[in-house]
């Protein structure tokens, strides 16, 4: 999307806010000359805009410049079970008027409904489009391989999606990759740290693994495809046509179907009701809810089986359940309490309260990221660069 320069410039000024053209020499090692020039050409482009001259002493005024909120945005675009959503972001992060949403009854028209949303979306302003889909995805194929909003039917080329972009350059990946897109470009994180981002709902878990603030593609043990993580337990059957799955075991229906079980087993035991959600609220101590102690036990399990495997230098939890402080610091502390010694020492536990994994804005957050660092996006290997490879 931008040159090697004009993405320096970019990335300064999103990570550090306004900045003189004196003070981006200073910062980025680009000569002034070539700063003013670069700086100059943003501006025209609309990603860069001058602010408010300030006096600093004798000379000149500074004349600070900053990311453009408004002129140009990236478009995102999620398709989820039984809706596709689209909308625009500003390159500072902010939404630009009101994501658009449809229903979709039919999965098997999911695609095409997409693709229609993104032309409507589509105007010379836009800079590039993310697409999020839950699943597996090929970026390659431009394909959906498995997913949720497929209701885990066959295979599904993404062409019209890639049609309806026209000449836009499109970011697809899997909706958690999306939401670890937007975790690292929010929290300016450091990129130079192995991040497991690991989203858990009522029902729904996924995560994603970043290195060196890219997104790994090719791990489903632990990371990707830690949701369908299985166990000798029986749950409701997952989408995925199976059962004994960690994200059918975190879930209301889990958490009432051992209620019952407990109850029929003439237990002592007493539970609270309500939702999932409604319990984690009320979470104080272990003990109280044994079935929801129980869940707790797997997904611990599940998480320092992940660190183990992955070593990542980060942990990042992102749920509305974290909105108990209680639940989510016991949850860590049980994780870490399992997860190996040299590498429990130096990995760190996080919190994130942001639930819209399956959102537009979430999916742009694709092409932002692709927008301000590249390499995001995947680009397909030749057979020629293929063989030029192996021979050197």
């Given amino acids: 999307m931008l040159e090697t320069r004009k993405r320096k410039l970019v990335q300064t000024l999103w990570t550090e806010g306004s900045l003189s053209r004196w003070e981006l020499h200073q ?4 000569t002034p000359n070539r700063v003013g020039n670069t700086a100059d050409a943003l501006i025209q482009d609309g990603v860069l805009r001058e602010c408010t001259p300030s006096v600093l002493g004798a000379g000149r005024p500074r004349v600070p410049l ?11 675009l999620a398709l989820m079970p039984g809706k596709a959503e689209v909308c625009r972001l500003g390159l500072r992060g902010t939404i630009i008027g009101q994501p ?3 229903e979709v009854t039919d999965p098997v028209k999911l695609v095409g409904i997409a693709a229609t949303l993104l032309s409507k979306m589509k105007s010379n302003k836009a800079l590039g489009v993310g697409v999020s889909v839950t699943g597996f995805v090929d970026p390659l194929e431009r394909t959906i391989i498995f997913s949720s909003a497929l209701a885990g039917g066959p295979s599904t080329t993404l062409d019209p999606v890639y049609d309806a972009a026209g000449s836009l350059p499109v970011v ?40 060196d603030g890219k997104p790994n593609g090719g791990c489903t043990i632990g990371a990707n495809d830690l949701g369908h ?27 009432h179907d051992r209620d019952l079980a407990s109850r029929s087993a003439k237990s002592t035991a007493s539970h609270p009701k309500g939702t999932l959600t409604e319990r984690i609220a009320l979470f104080n101590k272990a003990g109280v809810d044994p ?8 997904l611990a399990f599940s998480l320092s089986n992940a660190v183990n495997f992955v070593r990542p230098h980060r942990v990042v939890l992102v749920s509305d ?3 108990n402080n209680v639940f989510g610091e016991s949850l860590a502390q049980m994780a870490r309490a399992l997860v190996l010694p040299a590498i429990a020492e130096r990995v760190q536990f ?32 030749t057979p020629s660069r293929s063989i030029a490879a192996a021979r050197s």
């Avoid at 975790?183 to 970043?210: E, F, N, P, S, Y």
């Avoid at 000798?232 to 994200?247: M, Q, S, V």
């Fill in 27 to 30: 910062r980025t090692g680009i």
């Fill in 66 to 76: 900053e990311i453009d909120p408004a002129r140009r945005h990236i478009i995102g």
């Fill in 100 to 102: 658009v949403e449809q």
């Fill in 172 to 211: 697809l990946e899997n909706d958690m990759h999306a939401l670890a897109a937007r975790w690292l470009l929010t929290h300016r994180a450091d990129q130079k740290h192995d991040v497991l981002l690991v989203w858990i709902g009522d029902g729904r878990l996924g995560a994603a693994m970043l290195i």
């Fill in 229 to 255: 993580s299985k166990f000798p337990i029986a749950t409701r059957k997952c989408f995925c046509g199976h059962t004994g799955c960690l994200e059918r075991i975190v879930s209301t229906d889990f958490l």
């Fill in 291 to 298: 079935s929801l102690d129980e869940i707790m036990t797997y």
């Fill in 321 to 323: 359940f974290n909105r």
């Fill in 350 to 381: 996080d919190f994130w309260d942001q639930p819209s994994r399956g959102s537009a804005e979430t999916a742009a957050w694709l092409g932002m990221a692709e927008f301000l660092y590249g390499g995001w996006k995947e680009e397909p290997v």
